[in-house]
């Protein structure tokens, strides 16, 4: 049973890039068919897709982070991350990564979670 | 804004049938299955149901989702408290290129 956990700083300064990984357990992140995703959370609204990459390398992105985000895979490490670069205060959120099957676009594990705050 | 319309709260008693809606349009729920999501209070979402109507493993058969056109429902029947949870509808989009949620449906069981 893949198992997903985010981690990274809780804080970040305003116009500065924000930075998360997710590390997978219980399976490879080179195996075929799976796509590796981040959503986020703002406090008490909904959740927001941002993007996501499959193992060759190929990504897709929300456009409306398009020119802000970079998702990418570390497999010596069995790791993906975030960059959320020009950061402002409605990037506070709770970000999740999660993973959605290359036959299916439900999303299924998901991380716990890291809320990260950006703030002066 | 979302891109899937959830109406904001539903409620109902123990026992009753809830559904929860979720609106969308060619582009998403009309070309694409829909997914739906339940998060519990301070927990990551998990999934409740994947393509239209499918339960994952461990989901009880009270919960069940259908689609017509660009429009999808999530059923509950014989309501219970701990299925008191905001609910999410999702669906992928072919002009975005990428996966729409809806805004969510606050569940309170009266």
């Known amino acids: 049973q893949v198992q997903l956990q985010e981690s990274g700083p809780g804080l970040v300064k305003p116009s500065q890039t924000l930075s998360l990984t997710c590390t997978v357990s219980?399976?490879?992140?080179?195996?075929?068919?799976?796509?590796w995703n981040w959503i986020r959370q703002p406090a008490g609204k909904g959740l927001e897709w941002i993007g996501r990459?499959?193992?060759?390398?190929?990504?897709n992105y929300n456009p409306s982070l398009k020119s802000r985000v970079t998702i990418s895979v570390d497999t010596s490490k069995n790791q993906f991350s975030l960059k959320l670069s020009s950061v402002t205060a409605a990037d506070t959120a709770v970000y999740y990564c999660?993973?959605?099957?290359?036959?299916?676009?439900?999303?299924?594990?998901w991380g716990q979670g890291t809320l990260v705050t950006v703030s002066s | 804004q979302s891109v899937l319309t959830q109406p904001p709260s539903a409620s109902g008693t123990p026992g009753q049938r809830v559904t929860i809606s979720c609106s969308g349009s060619?582009?998403?729920?009309?070309?694409?299955?829909v997914n739906w999501y339940q998060q519990l209070p301070g927990t990551a979402p998990k999934l409740l149901i994947y393509s239209n109507n499918q339960r994952p493993s461990g989901v009880p058969d009270r919960f069940s989702g259908s689609k017509s056109g660009t429009s999808a429902s999530l059923a509950i029947s014989g309501l219970q408290s701990e299925d008191e949870a905001d609910y999410y509808c999702a669906a992928w989009d072919d002009s975005l290129n990428g996966v729409v949620f809806g805004g969510g449906t606050k569940l309170t069981v009266l």
């Open positions: 219980g399976g490879s992140i080179s195996r075929d068919s799976y796509y």
């Open positions: 999660a993973i959605n099957l290359q036959w299916g676009d439900w999303f299924d594990p």
């Open positions: 060619s582009s998403n729920i009309g070309d694409n299955t």
């Open positions: 990459i499959y193992n060759s390398g190929s990504t």
